[in-house]
């Protein structure tokens, strides 16, 4: 039997991050622009939040001239699930699946290193329903 591999394989690597003074709207166009869906939010270097395109959704949906003003750090969620890039791969699933975590960031010496993300968990299920399944 193969061992469980660690997070590291299958996160994706320096994930962009957004600072939690900037606007909703920066977060918007960086997300649209990459194509992603969670920032992890820094304040000062260091990992305070996460915030999700529902969150940016979430707060235009109120339709507030201003909307688009508000800061990262007024739409994101606080203290966001992190583990460590040698966390093995089974627990950090079950842990999204079991608390509906869209995302988990990954940390090394308190700094972000990766994000793992609903996505990156498919494309892990994916591989390994092929390669050891077969």
Known sequence: MKAIPQ???YMT??????GNDQTLERAFNIMREYQIRHLPVLKGGR???ILSDRDIKLVM?????KSG??????????DPYTTTPNAPL??????MAEKKYGSAVIMDNGKVVGIFTEVDAMRALAELLETRLR
Not at 69 to 78: G, H, P, S, Y
Not at 90 to 95: I, S, T, W
């Open 69 to 78: 003003k508000f800061t990262v750090e007024e739409a994101c969620t606080f």
């Open 47 to 49: 990992l305070i939040g």
């Open 7 to 9: 997070i590291q394989k």
């Open 90 to 95: 089974n627990e950090v699933v079950a842990l």
């Open 13 to 18: 690597y320096q994930p962009h991050t957004i």
């Open 61 to 65: 949906s109120f339709d507030l001239p």
